[in-house]
């Protein structure tokens, strides 16, 4: 299969483009460079890989990549961690709107006159923002209010653009939530303003990175946003591009929605003492202090897997313990090199 991935250069892009090709599929990758600068990754060179550099809002562009491909994995968008929802909440909002219809004028446009069979849709699992429902089911949307964040709305309105182009159009869609990404290859987004957060500045304002850097930075005690009671689901990188590409490829998946996401909820306060331990042993005795949290700080985000499982037989299963074993040497290199 002939894969177009929009966004490629991204985090969770550079685990699915990866899985994409040792899964034998071929790639066409674009991206415009936005939010990292220029990355290398390992797979640049890969004889099944061509990285085009390109804007996703623009739909001729798009139309042409498009053109002799079986399916479109449409994820490139402007996104940041929690204070980037913050600093960006219009530009959020109006650039992945433009985004997004680029993507979906190209597939109903391919679908119709080429040979597209499906889009694959990253949404966010921002989209259960005031969810009510734990474990959240996919299914919960019909009665959950709707995000606050513009963010975590345009991200609804992109499930929205799947299902309205494939009444209207017939395009074939399976819509996927990631959650809580832990991985390697994570910088700071160009443009994104440095939080404080204790004697420590921050730049990311993902949690599992922020708390490793200033546990590597001697910060004692540790500063958390708010109480440390929001409740999360850590999910590794490998198993969120495992999760796509099943969704890519299963027959099940088709015009379907999906949670993909490791089961295991886990605070962060207990996320802080993990990292703790695994940084300072028991050298040291775990303590902390609570700082003010960011508006959109949402408090219980934890979902159902259960339908993953059932259709497609997919289950993430690397331990919090394990991803964070991979993430803390790569951060800490991360941290000597000034990449984050």
């Keep these: 299969m002939k894969i177009l991935v929009t966004g490629s250069a991204g985090f969770i892009n550079g685990y699915l483009v990866e899985e994409l090709l040792r899964a034998g599929h ?22 099944n ?26 994820s490139a968008a402007r996104i940041g961690g929690i204070s980037y929802f913050h600093e960006y909440a219009y530009d959020l909002l109006a650039d992945n709107e433009r985004i997004t219809a680029a993507h979906f004028d190209a597939a109903i446009w391919a679908h119709k006159h080429k040979q597209l069979k499906k889009i694959t849709v990253m949404s966010s699992s921002m989209v259960f923002e005031n969810a009510t429902k734990y474990p959240t089911p996919e299914d919960h949307l019909k009665d959950c209010p709707p995000p606050f964040s513009t963010y975590g709305f345009q991200k609804l309105a992109c499930e929205y653009f799947a299902r309205g182009a494939h ?14 990404c832990v991985g390697v290859g994570e910088s700071r987004a160009l443009g994104g303003r440095e939080i404080p957060s204790g004697n420590v500045s921050l730049a990311m304002s993902h949690v599992v990175p922020d708390l490793v850097q200033k546990v590597l930075k001697g910060q004692d005690p540790l500063h958390i946003l708010g109480d440390g009671q929001q409740v999360r689901h850590y999910t590794y990188g490998g198993d969120l591009a495992k999760g796509i590409r099943v969704c890519i490829e299963h027959p099940a998946a088709l015009n379907q929605d999906f949670n993909i996401s490791t ?3 886990t605070n962060v306060l207990e996320l802080a003492e993990i ?42 299963t690397t331990s919090l313990e ?7 040497p790569w951060i800490s290199d991360a941290v000597k090199k000034g990449v984050i």
């Design 26 to 47: 071929s790639v066409v990758g674009v991206d415009n460079y936005s939010k990292y600068g220029r990355v290398a990754k390992s797979y640049d060179s890969h004889p």
């Design 49 to 74: 890989y061509r990285l085009v550099e390109g804007d996703a809002k623009n739909p001729d562009l798009l139309k042409e990549l498009i053109a002799d491909c079986d399916h479109l994995v449409a």
């Design 167 to 180: 009444e209207q159009y017939g395009l074939p869609y399976t819509i996927v939530r990631p959650f809580n």
């Design 263 to 265: 089961p295991r909820a």
């Design 275 to 316: 990292i703790w331990k695994k940084i300072h042993g028991d050298a040291k005795p775990f303590r902390y202090i609570s700082n003010k949290p960011f508006k959109y700080d949402v408090q219980h985000r934890s979902p159902d897997v259960s339908k993953a499982k059932r259709l497609l037989g997919y289950e993430a």
């Design 322 to 328: 394990t991803m964070l074993d991979e993430v803390i």
